[in-house]
């Protein structure tokens, strides 16, 4: 059976004590895209994560709209800051991904409704 494949937004402090630890623990996951607006910074975690769980390099990118990945992902974690919560669920809902969202959805509640 192939992998689940994972991409993660946000790469902070939840992230990496959270999420991606978690996450290695499932030989079956394969975090496969991070995104993040410090590319360089991600790359460093990237690394240094990688090696330490023995996984693959995650293809680092900067914004959702870089996100067409080759085979595509079956969920995506939000890790990122609140005021990003509604844009990054929303696209992974109108691609058809699975979502991982600790709370809130979004900060004014009317991009709910949308």
Known sequence: MPP??????????IAMTQHLPALATH??????IWVSRNPGRAMEL?????????????RIVTNLTQLDPDPPLDA????????????AARWALITN????????MTAPWVEADT
Do not use: M
């Not at 990237?46 to 995650?58: E, G, I, M």
């Not at 995506?76 to 844009?87: A, G, Y």
């Not at 991904?97 to 809130?104: A, I």
């Open 46 to 58: 990237a690394q240094s994560w990688s090696t330490a769980h023995d996984r693959p390099l995650p």
């Open 97 to 104: 991904l699975h979502v991982l969202l600790e709370k809130p």
């Open 4 to 13: 689940i494949r994972i991409g993660i937004v946000g790469v902070g402090h």
């Open 76 to 87: 995506l974690v939000i890790s990122s800051p609140t005021q990003s919560h509604f844009e």
């Open 27 to 32: 030989e079956d996951v394969d975090v496969s």
